[in-house]
């Protein structure tokens, strides 16, 4: 059973950045997918941006150019830089894992005041 810890959100003006970090409880190279996905209130969690093992990213439109996923294979990190923010982006950011079974972290909260 793979284990996520999140952590890096907060609040932050429009415009502005955070780095959320998602520490797994084992070596990432074995873990097929990892990535985020966000939930905004009264909407469906959506994904954010993923990361394969073999270094290939995907990541929601509304995000491009803003955001930047990546791993650390030497920490078992998979950070999500944003840049750019807006209040459009506040949500709870969820971290993803997918070894056969997908594996949820408790998720962090990110507010985008303007």
């Known amino acids: 059973q793979v284990q996520l810890v999140e952590s890096g959100g907060g609040l932050v003006q429009a415009g502005g950045s955070l780095r959320l970090s998602c520490t797994a409880s084992e070596h990432i190279f074995s873990i097929n997918v990892m990535g985020w996905y966000r939930q905004a209130p009264g909407k469906q969690r959506e994904l954010v941006a993923v990361?394969?093992?073999?270094?290939?990213?995907n990541y929601t439109d509304s995000v491009k150019g803003r955001f930047t996923i990546s791993r650390d294979k030497a920490s078992n990190t998979v950070y999500l830089q944003m840049n750019s923010l807006s209040p459009e982006d506040t949500a709870v950011y969820y971290c993803?894992?997918?070894?056969?079974?997908?594996?949820w972290g408790q998720g962090t909260q990110v507010t985008v005041s303007s």
């Open positions: 990361t394969t093992s073999i270094g290939r990213t």
């Open positions: 993803y894992a997918e070894k056969i079974y997908a594996y």
